[in-house]
């Protein structure tokens, strides 16, 4: 059965320094996400990239983040200058369609700490 | 006002206990709504999605009351696989899932 995958499966990282997590979606999908998890919080959608753009973004997605697509098949996400309060599970998604019903599928994420 | 409430629990029942789980959503403009289960540390990963006219998988079944904006989860005969969290979710207009922080089920022998 086809999957999301994404490494690393945890990355340590110091304040400030920047980290890039990576995600494959599922092959034929077109559509793809990256949402994230606070620990004992609830999964917050952070982005969605579409034809090699940005469709939607949350106000969480500020100006240290960047999502790319840099090949046919890997999608990144990018966070600049770590803080803190970025510590937290990133889970990458993808999906096949748009709108109703756009089922989405999620990899088994990256645990983010920032020391 | 939260977008989606759930019920945290956690509920505690025997095996196969029926146990029932509900959701309320803010926005009426709500398009699509879903039940995906997260076991601890883990991605979630989709249970089922839910239709205006109810559905049902196997021992699960869903319901949506567009009216009242509620959602619900039935599990009948529990199995202690399902031990888990429920996480109710919501697509409003564009490409993002709203979530719900989860109801925690826990199944005992």
């Known amino acids: 059965e086809p999957e999301v995958t994404q490494t690393p499966s945890h990355q340590v990282t110091q304040m400030g320094q920047e980290v890039i997590l990576r995600c494959v979606p599922i092959?034929?999908?077109?559509?793809f996400y990256w949402y994230r998890q606070i620990l004992g919080q609830k999964v917050e959608f952070l982005v969605s990239?579409?034809?090699?753009?940005?469709?939607?973004k949350s106000e969480i997605f500020d100006d240290q983040f960047s999502v790319e697509r840099p090949d046919g098949s890997n999608f990144t996400l990018k966070i600049r200058s770590t803080k803190l309060e970025d510590s937290a599970m990133y889970f990458c998604?993808?999906?096949?369609?748009?709108?109703?019903?756009?089922?989405?599928?999620f990899g088994p994420g990256t645990r983010l700490t920032v020391l | 006002r939260k977008e989606v409430e759930q019920d945290p629990g956690p509920f505690n029942v025997p095996e196969g206990a029926t146990v029932a789980f509900n959701c309320t959503y803010s926005?009426?403009?709500?398009?699509?709504f879903f039940w995906y289960r997260q076991d601890c540390r883990k991605e979630p990963k989709l249970l089922m999605s839910?239709?205006?006219s109810g559905n049902e998988d196997g021992r699960f079944t869903a319901q949506l009351n567009r009216a009242s904006q509620y959602i619900s989860l039935l599990i009948r005969d529990s199995k202690l696989s399902d031990s888990a969290t429920y996480l109710c979710?919501?697509?409003?207009?564009?490409?993002?899932?709203?979530f719900g922080k989860g109801t925690t089920l826990s199944v005992s022998s």
């Open positions: 998604a993808s999906s096949g369609v748009r709108g109703a019903y756009n089922e989405q599928f």
């Open positions: 092959s034929n999908h077109l559509y």
């Open positions: 990239f579409y034809n090699n753009e940005i469709s939607e």
């Open positions: 926005n009426s403009a709500s398009q699509s």
């Open positions: 839910v239709y205006s």
């Open positions: 979710v919501v697509n409003q207009a564009g490409t993002a899932l709203i």
